[in-house]
């Protein structure tokens, strides 16, 4: 692979994940006045329009409800939404910064499952990565020196919801067809978002609805570029830029929404990202393809299998 296809695949990996990253601040501009399952559903509904550009050569749209394992393929429907929903709360009540490094445990809790349900085996490294991850959460949340709220757990279960996809991606990846797991994501954040939304659906406002529709077409958009990244660059050198959100989340919560980060925060943060990077390594040396732990976005990692990039 030549060193300018590595650069395109590093620039739309860069593309992606600045896309992601500004869906998340634009829901949170939403600042909870649409319910959390509402928002989910109207924002998964612009997952469609990254369909097309997903499917690969004899891929059908029946394709996305068809499965070599139902129960796995229903339980990523069913962590989709949760994990949708999860990151909706989270980022609505918690600083943007705070929000994503929780939900960055999501390599960590991949880690225990796959031991747990896999039974693959985890060296030294990998669990020093795992408990220097935990460590940075009780620097960043501090329990007992400072109020929790429902946000920090949505965060939490937000990253697990994400790391028991990753789980199914690697049970069933080889059988199973890209889209197939794709549209078991999508479908399942669109369908058990509007059977709870529905009782009490209230259409937005204009500005709302704007930034809902920004919200689910900018995580479209970063879906597509994730594909162009892994054709381009090797999972390797993708799955770390997933890091530049952390960035733009000190950026834009800094300068739309007046966050600032603690030395105690910036502590957990780099402890957290240290131990998702050193995950992200162990990984490749085994290799084995992570998806990127992004915010209630992994279906763009699931999309993608690691040899189309490598």
């Known amino acids: 692979m030549s060193s300018d296809t590595t650069f395109k695949g590093v620039l739309f990996a860069f593309i992606c994940f600045a896309a992601y990253s500004f869906s998340d601040a634009s829901v949170k501009l939403v600042e909870g006045r649409v319910p959390p399952f509402e928002a989910g559903f109207i924002g998964s509904l ?3 329009v990254a369909i097309p550009f997903l499917m690969k050569r004899g891929d059908r749209w029946s394709d996305l409800v068809r499965s070599t394992n139902w129960p796995l393929w229903s339980l990523r429907f069913l962590c989709s939404s949760v994990g949708t929903v999860g990151s909706i709360i989270a980022f609505t009540q918690l600083s943007m910064a705070e929000a994503f490094c929780l939900i960055f445990l999501l ?30 959460v009780l620097v960043v949340l501090r329990p007992g020196f400072r109020e929790l709220q429902s946000g920090h757990l949505a965060a939490l279960v937000s990253g697990f919801a994400g790391a028991i996809s990753i789980v199914i991606y690697r049970a069933i990846g080889p059988q199973e067809k890209n889209i197939s797991l794709y549209g078991a994501g999508l479908l399942g954040s669109i369908i058990i978002c509007a059977v709870f939304s529905l009782p009490h659906f209230e259409a937005p406002g204009g500005n709302d609805l ?23 660059a090797p999972a390797a050198i993708v799955g770390p830029i997933q890091y530049s959100q952390m960035l733009w989340a000190i950026l834009l919560g800094y300068l739309v929404f007046g966050d600032k980060v603690d030395s105690a925060m910036a502590i957990g943060i780099a402890l957290i990202v240290g131990s998702g990077l ?3 390594m162990r990984e490749r040396k085994r290799g084995v393809a992570l998806p990127p732990p992004v915010a209630g976005k992994t279906d763009a990692a699931l999309a993608i299998k690691p040899e189309d990039g490598e």
């Open 278 to 280: 050193l995950t992200l």
């Open 107 to 136: 390599p960590s809790f991949a880690t225990v499952m796959s031991v747990v349900f896999l039974k693959e085996k985890v060296g030294m490294k990998r669990w020093a990565a795992v408990i220097i991850g935990f460590i940075g």
């Open 46 to 48: 612009f997952g469609f």
């Open 210 to 232: 704007w930034l809902l529709a920004a919200f689910g077409l900018l995580a479209a958009v970063g879906n597509v570029f994730m594909m162009l990244a892994s054709f381009y």
